[in-house]
């Protein structure tokens, strides 16, 4: 399965009237999981999640791609 | 300053009260004559319910302040009867684009469907919301509306209130069975009942400017993150009517409002974004920090608050004015109800908690996106500028761009004043909803479904063959539709049926569905039925008709059900 680049976000169990939730509870999730914490924590947070994420997305052909998309204009 | 806009000065009346006599006690008092206590008297006016309307001054909003009006607001100034009127001055728009430095990153379009009679959103200074809402107000015999007539004190009472009002011949006392504070932000009711309202300041200053110009800029909303002309804050442009723009410079904490707010400060911030050769006046200039905070609760006994004077959100998302005039949509009809004796005072419990679950979505979606034009650690601008980046090429991270998540209605799913569904639906129209609007035919003519309802509740009923529905239905309907005259649960109901057939006149009121569009947003079989509330949100439906259930529905959304 190729890198999916389309508006993925749900809940399970959780119905949506307005197609911006999903992403915005996602959003608010991500910055409250670095809230008081340094830049150099926040560093190793993220590190962390890359790694969790990428496990369990498994495809290394699909991290490839991501990986390319993530570096590109850097 | 101000050359677009001639303020009225409204008359000043004498207050009867100084003719002499004993205190007089009046059925509803409202406080504030901005557009959500206008909007509160017009409607209990219309509706029936006499009222005084009270405001501490004698002219309109100064500066343009509210400026977008949702498709929801539009609904309810239709039924105030100036929709209209607002939809001619103001200017109407679906799509908003937003630039991230130089280039568009993401666009939306507020109402993708088609087939509504309002647009997503018009934006009109509030100051000419206001004068209509007067001039209506004025036309209304039982609306009794007193400038400069500024409340000093409030003493509730069990069944009331007490208030002393300060005018220009001196201070009067006067009573009142319900009394709805839309006194503002710094609600002085609010103050004087020594009652709460909880939230934090968001440590930013933005900076407000109505510029009067010729310009051909689309009917848009604009918005930019870190553009070249005001790198490092955001940046909204928004038209509005007679040529002026509203534009919204992010400033920081540090900035100081004085230095701001002096024109050789600001010119040279709009010079830097329209080009030096553009002309343009400036009208008014405002610096705002703002607050996100509500009310634990917004009926008190029988006092009940609506609009700012309950709550507060941040400016992004248009939820602050349009969310109170959602309140006394919500409200008004309940009060009716029970100003008549139709209904107990439990049900304004239900404004409370229906209006605070909607402030709740308002502050959540308004923080949001504070929390991502304005990002509060390097960390959280790093997030928002990736986002940025991914979203001109993904369509994933357009989904997450937040520029403003714009006024919308609650779905009150979780109303204890809902009967659920006892049967399978699919589409949004669950128990609940805001209604959606569908084009109908109406004795040959085209019209609107949201149009067609009254201020009672309200029948929907959906036949294939209206010609066919048998006698004893017929019979039923017209019962339900003719007040019942069993005391205090005698509430009448509009029956309107609606069907995909062109058909003669029957005995009730035939919505042609001739585009399907009702068939398909409110999933509506042959026999589907909707309890509609006054204020358009579903109440109850079924997949047949039973008048048992229609009762105990209608019961339930009133708190009649014993």
């Known amino acids: 399965m190729p890198l999916n680049l389309q508006a993925n976000f749900f809940e399970p169990g959780k119905r949506y009237f307005r197609a911006f939730t999903p992403g915005d509870d996602f959003y608010e999730a991500l910055i409250d999981t670095h809230r008081d914490l340094s830049d150099e924590q926040s560093a190793m947070v993220n590190a962390k999640l890359v790694l969790l994420l990428a496990n369990h997305v498994g495809d290394i052909s699909v991290l490839r791609e991501a990986m390319h998309i993530a570096r590109k204009d850097i | ?562």
């Open chain 2, 1 to 562: 300053m101000l050359s677009t806009y001639q303020y009225p000065k409204f008359d000043v009346v004498r207050a009867p009260e100084f003719s002499g006599g004993q205190t007089k006690r009046y059925p509803v008092v409202v406080v504030g004559a901005g557009p959500v206590g206008l909007a509160a008297a017009i409607e209990l006016a219309q509706s029936g319910v006499p009222v005084l309307l009270l405001d501490d001054d004698d002219t309109v909003s100064v500066g343009s302040r509210g400026v977008c009006y949702a498709k929801r607001t539009l609904e309810v100034l239709d039924r105030l009867g100036l929709g209209d009127v607002c939809m001619d001055k103001g200017v109407s728009w679906n799509v908003g684009r937003t630039f991230f430095r130089e280039q568009e990153v993401y666009n939306f379009d507020l109402l993708p469907q088609p087939d509504h009679k309002r647009p997503g959103m018009i934006n009109l200074q509030q100051y000419y919301l206001e004068e209509f809402e007067v001039k209506r107000a004025q036309e209304l015999p039982n609306l009794d509306l007193r400038f400069k007539n500024k409340v000093v004190s409030v003493t509730p009472q069990g069944d009331g209130a007490t208030l002393q009002v300060e005018t220009p011949d001196g201070i009067y006392a006067m009573e009142t069975d319900w009394l709805v504070v839309a006194d503002g932000a710094r609600s002085g009711i609010r103050r004087m009942m020594n009652l709460d309202i909880e939230g934090k300041i968001f440590k930013d200053r933005f900076l407000i400017a109505d510029v009067v110009m010729k310009a051909d800029f689309p009917h848009e909303r604009w918005f930019w993150f870190d553009p070249p002309f005001h790198p490092g804050q955001s940046v909204l442009l928004h038209r509005q009517a007679d040529n002026v723009y509203r534009i919204d410079f992010q400033l920081g904490w540090d900035a100081d409002p004085e230095e701001e707010k002096k024109p050789e400060k600001v010119i040279p911030r709009i010079k830097a974004m329209l080009g030096d050769e553009r002309e343009f006046d400036l009208e008014w200039v405002s610096v705002y920090t703002f607050q996100c905070r509500r009310m634990n609760a917004f009926t008190h006994g029988h006092v009940l608050f609506v609009g700012d004077a309950a709550h507060q959100v941040s400016p992004f998302g248009a939820r602050g004015a349009n969310s109170g005039i959602q309140d006394t949509d919500n409200l008004c009809w309940k009060l009716k109800l029970v100003v008549e004796g139709k209904a107990p005072p439990e049900l304004l419990n239900t404004y409370s908690e229906e209006r605070v679950f909607a402030a709740e979505e308002n502050l959540l979606n308004s923080t949001r996106s504070t929390d991502f034009i304005t990002p509060k650690s390097k960390t959280s601008l790093t997030f928002r500028n990736a986002v940025l980046s991914l979203a001109r090429n993904h369509a994933f991270a357009r989904a997450l761009v937040n520029s403003g998540r714009l006024s919308v209605p609650s779905f009150l799913t979780e109303s204890r004043l809902n009967t659920p569904d006892d049967g399978p639906f699919s589409g949004d129209m669950v128990p609940g909803a805001p209604m959606d609007d569908a084009p109908m035919r109406f004795a040959g003519q085209d019209v609107w479904l949201l149009d067609q309802l009254g201020r009672r509740f309200c029948l929907l009923v959906y036949v294939n063959a209206p010609a066919s529905l048998a006698a004893n239905t017929l019979a039923q309907f017209k019962a339900l539709a003719s007040s019942a005259a069993d005391g205090a649960a005698a509430l009448a109901l509009d029956v309107l049926l609606v069907s995909p057939a062109k058909t003669a006149a029957t005995e009730l009121k035939l919505l042609q569905d001739h585009t399907d569009r009702f068939a398909e947003r409110y999933d509506a079989q042959d026999g589907t039925v909707y309890l509609i509330r006054p204020d358009q949100h579903v109440a109850a439906r079924w997949r047949a008709f039973d008048a048992v259930k229609v009762q105990a529905a209608l019961a339930r959304a009133t708190c009649n059900l014993h």
